[in-house]
């Protein structure tokens, strides 16, 4: 009967240990944030962070209409690895708005001196003109007269 016990103790607590977030390779640390856009909050769309080096894997988030997010490896591991990141939005897949001609921005992740989750915030401008955004081809870019934009 005691060695039931301890048997039941063991995988119990095997079970938990192996329970909770999915850890990466790459000492992720856990990031959310919210995206602007001209200083306004801005979503939903599609949020990547390319890494600078080829060492670290991209990152991504789903922004919400309130223009914050939570970021996660391309694998599903929660936060992101240290290091620069450049930045890209792409409109959501299920919204008609117009995504504005952005400017090319970095952003630098770093572990909080706290060891908690990094709060970020993304403030990107516009440029002059809107990239007008097909849904119905996946995303591409719709013709805007003889320019294209």
């Known amino acids: 009967m005691q060695s039931v016990r301890i048997l039941v103790v ?4 095997l079970l938990l240990a192996g329970c909770g977030k999915k850890q990466g390779k790459h ?7 919210t995206l602007y856009v001209d200083d306004k909050p801005y979503g939903p ?9 080829t060492e670290r ?4 988030g789903s922004v919400k209409d309130d223009g914050t997010f939570t970021l996660r490896t391309q694998k599903g591991t929660e936060g992101a690895p240290e290091g620069t990141y450049a930045v890209t939005v792409n409109p959501d897949a299920l919204s008609e708005t117009m995504l ?3 400017e090319k921005k970095t952003v630098e992740i770093k572990k909080p001196s706290d060891g ?3 709060k970020l915030e993304i ?3 516009s ?10 081809t996946g995303g591409k870019q719709r013709p805007k007269g003889p320019t294209g934009i």
Not at 10 to 13: G, K, N, S, T
Not at 127 to 136: E, F, N, T
Request: charged content about 25%.
């Open 10 to 13: 063991v995988l119990l607590a």
């Open 100 to 102: 504005p001609n952005l």
């Open 116 to 118: 908690g989750t990094l």
């Open 123 to 125: 403030r990107l401008k």
């Open 57 to 60: 894997p991209s990152v991504e």
């Open 45 to 53: 769309a599609l949020l990547s962070l390319t890494p600078t080096d």
């Open 27 to 33: 000492g992720e640390i856990p990031v959310e944030g």
């Open 127 to 136: 440029r002059k003109g809107v990239i007008d955004v097909d849904p119905s």
